[in-house]
């Protein structure tokens, strides 16, 4: 990352799987599942943290996804 006169340059490194954090936080959850759709082997902390706002969601992210 560099810093310009208005803003940053900023030049991502590929992604790879790994365990992904959610520190109990719904968001945190929902957005690795998202990246999960394109980063092989990507594994969610505590996806039961979206139970917050959608207990149904490990389930019908499965479904969506093709999964299980």
Not at 19 to 24: D, G, K, V
Not at 37 to 53: A, D, M, S, Y
């Amino acid at each position: 990352m560099s810093e310009t006169e208005d803003g940053l340059t900023i030049r991502p490194r590929p992604l790879h799987g790994d365990l992904f954090r959610t520190y109990a936080d719904h968001r945190m959850a929902m957005a690795a599942a998202v990246l999960g759709l394109r980063v092989p082997g990507l594994v969610i902390e505590n996806v039961e943290t979206t139970g917050k706002t959608l207990p149904a969601f490990p389930r019908l992210w499965e479904q969506l996804a093709g999964v299980g």
